[in-house]
């Protein structure tokens, strides 16, 4: 069956600039969660979702990240007054319930100018 | 805190080589452990997994890994690499209690020798 898929693959943006980052999880996960890789890192953990409430945010770094998920499944990553120091890739997983094994997406490589 | 570490950076292996990655975690009780691979470009893909029971974990791709509790350590082990097995490779660890998130080490870039 389908993956987690994200949009866009690549996101170019200027400094102080609003951007959305996708994220569809696998069909019937109730659990989705966002990470963050910066280069030559491992992905570091920023929020997740069991259905449509965050049931942990202590990963978003500060207020200008902010995430969503409206109806239990498409997930939608906020960030405001971008700065360079966001640019990294952003992984969504998904698991069928809380706790279980996660399965990652590709990823969006945002970079901010 | 809570914490994996993967002390190698870079590893380098002939091709038909055999292959030891390690990993080390950090945490109050033994934790949830994970092996993911990340080619270029792609997303994590699972190798296999640890929760309880047997300590010698057989995954995908002729990969196995051992728990080793009093060694803290979960190392991932293949007798014979492919050429193909060249890729970044991720040791994660998630709490039994509490948080769902996972914490993953800095990463091995694995290169293969013709």
């Known amino acids: 069956g389908a993956g987690v898929s994200q949009t866009p693959s690549n996101k170019v943006t200027e400094k102080g600039k609003y951007v959305e980052l996708r994220c569809d999880p696998i069909?019937?996960?109730?659990?989705l969660y966002w990470y963050r890789q910066s280069l030559g890192q491992g992905p570091e953990f920023l929020i997740y979702f069991q259905g449509t409430g965050a049931a942990d945010d202590s990963g978003l770094p500060n207020d200008r990240f902010f995430a969503v998920r409206p109806e239990g499944s498409v997930s939608t990553l906020k960030i405001q007054r971008t700065e360079r120091g966001d640019s990294a890739v952003y992984l969504c997983?998904?698991?069928?319930?809380?706790?279980?094994?996660?399965?990652f997406g590709p990823g969006t490589r945002l970079l901010v100018l | 805190a809570q914490s994996v570490t993967q002390p190698d950076i870079h590893i380098t292996v002939s091709e038909g080589a055999s292959l030891e990655l390690r990993c080390n975690y950090s945490?109050?009780?033994?934790?949830?452990l994970f092996w993911y691979v990340q080619s270029p470009g792609q997303g994590l893909q699972l190798l296999l997994k640890y929760f309880s029971g047997d300590t010698l974990v057989q995954g995908i791709k002729g990969f196995e890994a051992e728990f080793k509790r009093s060694q803290s350590s979960f190392n991932l082990r293949k007798p014979s690499v492919h050429w193909s097995d060249a890729a970044e490779y991720f040791c994660?660890?998630?709490?039994?209690?509490?948080?769902?998130?996972?914490?993953f080490g800095t990463g091995t870039r694995l290169k293969v020798l013709a």
């Open positions: 994660a660890g998630r709490s039994r209690s509490g948080t769902y998130k996972y914490i």
């Open positions: 069909s019937g996960h109730t659990a």
């Open positions: 945490y109050g009780a033994t934790p949830y």
């Open positions: 997983a998904s698991s069928p319930l809380a706790g279980e094994t996660q399965y």
